[in-house]
């Protein structure tokens, strides 16, 4: 803001939906509350809608654990990453097969866990939680999604990794 509290730069945000590589969705955002991911993505995911077997995939920008919660009550299937955190309550260990991995990845572990938000609050509903271990960077990569059991923790991982199709979409 210059010296009379006037926007002299304008930023514009857009969120950006693929379905089979080709762009479904662009939604643009011009107000400086709408720069966080937290309101715009949240926005964007429950005014879409979604086949009862097609996965919303994002990334880290989307923080707030309430928003998960939302996602699940309307049935939203989704694969995203969170940051580690201590905020988790674990509930029930998910077997991994010894040779749980990726081309990129090993998994640790697959759980189903509470989350928290605010100060100690924790949300009703579970989740589940993948860690795996990137083999190139041996960093630590949290998985988290509302998808059953039933799939493999190495489908989540390789769920997650669609993601990137926007940034190929992108550099085309």
């Known amino acids: 803001a210059n010296k009379s509290g006037n926007h002299?730069?304008?930023q514009i945000k857009f969120?950006?939906?693929l379905q089979d590589?080709?762009?479904?969705?662009?939604?643009?955002?011009?107000?400086?509350?709408?720069?966080?991911?937290?309101?715009?993505?949240?926005?964007?995911?429950?005014?879409?809608?979604?086949?009862?077997n097609e996965v919303a995939v994002?990334?880290?920008?989307?923080?707030?654990r309430k928003t998960f919660q939302e996602l699940k009550n309307k049935d939203i299937l989704f694969v995203t990453r969170i940051n580690p955190s201590k905020n988790i309550d674990v509930i029930k260990e998910i077997p991994v097969p010894?040779?749980?991995?990726?081309?990129?990845?090993?998994?640790?572990?697959?759980?189903?866990?509470?989350l928290y938000?605010?100060?100690?609050?924790?949300?009703?509903e579970p989740f589940r939680l993948v860690k795996a271990t990137s083999l190139q960077s041996n960093e630590s990569l949290w998985f988290l999604t509302n998808i059953e059991e039933n799939i493999p923790a190495v489908t989540i991982t390789e769920i997650y990794k669609q993601r990137w199709d926007v940034e190929v979409f992108f550099k085309f």
């Open 98 to 114: 010894s040779n749980a991995q990726t081309k990129s990845l090993v998994i640790v572990s697959d759980q189903l866990v509470y």
């Open 21 to 52: 590589g080709l762009p479904q969705k662009i939604v643009f955002f011009n107000k400086q509350q709408q720069m966080g991911e937290d309101i715009t993505l949240r926005e964007v995911l429950m005014e879409s809608s979604f086949e009862p």
């Open 15 to 17: 969120t950006l939906g």
């Open 58 to 64: 994002f990334d880290r920008g989307l923080k707030k």
């Open 8 to 10: 002299t730069i304008r």
């Open 117 to 124: 938000y605010g100060k100690n609050m924790k949300l009703k």
